[in-house]
């Protein structure tokens, strides 16, 4: 049996939770479980039925996330089940989950996969590896299999079916985390999410600047990010910095302003499927990445792409 974790965010089940559903749908043969902590909001669970699953399971009574609390739960009820297959979303919270659970189900585990498994001779998956650079192909051999996938890295293919909606009581593990505070990003669109990016660096000369690129975002319905000296300095806040060390994105379009290219900025973007860099530098790194570039100041740029995504809207 194939379950998947879906992550509960204030309610709602993010798209790639439906991903996870979908992926499962395609490998799995037969009845698909869902296991959340918490109560989703009314009509989350129709989405996942829309993609093939047919129970879901809610834990109730943990009171805010461990890491290690939701690993044993999930992976108790998910052996309750009898289930040998997970699938999870690659997001932050499922890279602290998921390898607990495949330890307790002592399972074998990939994470970052990006294509469906090829099972003509075992359970071969392919993955991302050095920050999207390269690909490796693992073969999961034990019986039970924790596979955590990539946002935006798999088509979406609905399989609608019926859902039966279960709770239950946590066991009351105990966790050795204390949570003392909780920010959350903020942003209309998180950026693991988010199918079109917008985002900017010190090209933009200052924090003050900025409007010109959230209205371009707002506009085409996507998130907004920044290079990791803009974060530093304080124009942007961290949980916009995407790179290396910050957030890897795999959005369908990405749209670069004002940032030269560095390595690292690129390490974390150069998985999205189409690049786009503004800068008046030519010899900037970004263009020899992007699919398109302009070169030009992006205080001339960005109002003429604003407008004529304005028409193209209207």
């Known amino acids: 049996m194939t379950g998947i974790y879906a992550e509960n965010s204030e309610g709602q089940f993010k798209k790639a939770v439906l991903e996870a559903a979908s992926y499962a749908s395609q490998i799995g043969n037969g009845q698909i479980v869902a296991v959340c902590v918490g109560q989703p ?42 289930v040998n297959q997970v699938v999870f979303a690659n997001t932050y919270e ?33 993955r991302g590896v050095f920050s999207g ?26 399989q609608a079916t019926s859902i039966q909606i279960e709770t239950i009581q946590s066991s009351g593990s ?21 199918e079109i990016v917008v985002s900017a660096g010190r090209g933009m000369k200052g924090p003050e600047n900025w409007g010109m690129v959230e209205e371009l975002a707002e506009i085409l319905g996507a998130a907004t990010a920044c290079s990791k000296p803009v974060s530093d300095m304080g124009w942007r806040p961290h949980g916009e910095h995407v790179g290396q060390t910050g957030i890897t994105i795999k959005p369908n379009l990405y749209i670069a302003i004002g940032i030269s290219g560095a390595i690292q900025h690129l390490a974390g973007v150069s998985s999205s499927k189409v690049i786009v860099a503004i800068n008046k530098d030519p010899e900037a790194p970004f263009f020899k990445a992007a699919d398109y570039g302009i070169v030009g100041d992006a205080f001339e740029v960005l109002p003429k792409l604003i407008s004529a995504a304005k028409a193209a809207k209207n």
Do not use: H, W
């Open 133 to 158: 650079k390269g690909f490796a192909y693992v073969t999961l051999d034990k019986a039970n299999k924790v596979i955590a996938i990539t946002p935006n890295s798999t088509e979406l293919k609905k």
């Open 41 to 82: 909001n009314a009509g989350e669970a129709d989405k996942l039925a829309q993609y093939g699953v047919n129970k879901l399971i809610c834990i109730e009574g943990i009171s805010a996330f461990d890491a290690q609390v939701y690993g044993k739960e999930i992976a108790n009820v998910l052996i309750n089940q009898g």
């Open 174 to 194: 105990a966790g050795s985390t204390t949570i003392t505070s909780t920010t959350k990003a903020g942003g209309k669109i998180p950026l693991t999410e988010a």
């Open 94 to 126: 499922a890279k602290s989950v998921a390898p607990r659970v495949s330890v307790i189900m002592n399972a074998s585990m990939a994470s970052n996969v990006i294509e469906l498994p090829e099972t003509s001779n075992g359970f071969k998956v392919k």
